[in-house]
């Protein structure tokens, strides 16, 4: 199947998901993803993705993957924090969902490949209704500064009440776009998955944040291509790869980690 049937068939097949309310979206979303990430439909979609059209396909179920993602990460905030109250303890030791721990669990492996308990100001951009990557940071790391930026204002609101329940200050939600906000200070700016357009964001780092800053890139792998855009098809200017991670089987996505070239 050439990669332009493939394009309409996914279009039409996400705009008609999208049309749901949450409930049917979120069933008709696991149920669609459980056919095309099998055989056969794997096979033919990954040789598409893989072909000279490929890169048309890209990102093309974002959208699906953002709203799936954003009500899972509502339900995992609003649980956690109805069962939890405010307190100074660690965030990892109230995760228990399957959700909640791989959740948490894809961020650890960016402590492998850079240092980063000494860094100074950490800023995570999209970092969406459950911010697993600063609240990692807050517990895993002694960086005394992390913002957290989202577009999306009911991921803000969330993250806010996650700076209540830590309560040490050292969370800093805001509403912003990663694009054209300034990183004055910044020298670990971790980009999640689903942001975009992740080359501004990159570009725009690497114009106001401090001079020894690294950036950690999620970046999608294999079928995740459909899911998520890629920053680092071509390199990005000014910046050169300082680490590569592994590919995560769930997410489908993997740590990029960059420093200025």
Known sequence: ??????????????????????????????????TWAAPPEVDALAAALDGPAGATLEGLLQPCMRRALALDERAETDALLARRPPSAGRVRDAVQSAFGTATWDRVAEAA??????????????????????????????????????????????RARRWATWCGDGRLR??????????????????????????????????????????????????????????????????????????THPTFLSRHVVLERA
């Open 173 to 246: 939600p805001r509403r912003a776009d990663g694009a054209t906000t300034t990183y004055d200070g910044a020298d670990l700016v971790y980009v999640a998955n689903q942001v975009t357009p992740k080359r501004e964001v990159l570009a725009r780092v690497l114009a106001t944040a401090a001079d020894d800053v690294v950036a950690v890139v999620r970046e999608p792998v294999g079928l995740g291509r459909l899911l998520a855009e890629r920053a680092l098809a071509v390199p990005a200017p000014g910046w050169r790869v300082r680490a590569v991670g592994a």
């Open 112 to 157: 492998t490949l850079v240092p980063l308990s000494a860094r100074r100001h950490a800023v995570v951009v999209g970092g969406g209704p459950f911010p697993a990557a600063a609240l990692w940071l807050r517990d895993e790391t002694t960086i005394p500064s992390i913002d957290v930026l989202d577009v999306d204002e009911v991921a803000v609101e």
């Open 1 to 34: 199947m050439s990669a332009a049937v493939w394009r309409e068939r996914l279009r039409v097949h996400a705009d008609a998901l999208l049309s749901r309310d949450d409930a049917g979206f979120l069933a008709g979303w696991a149920a669609a993803w459980r």
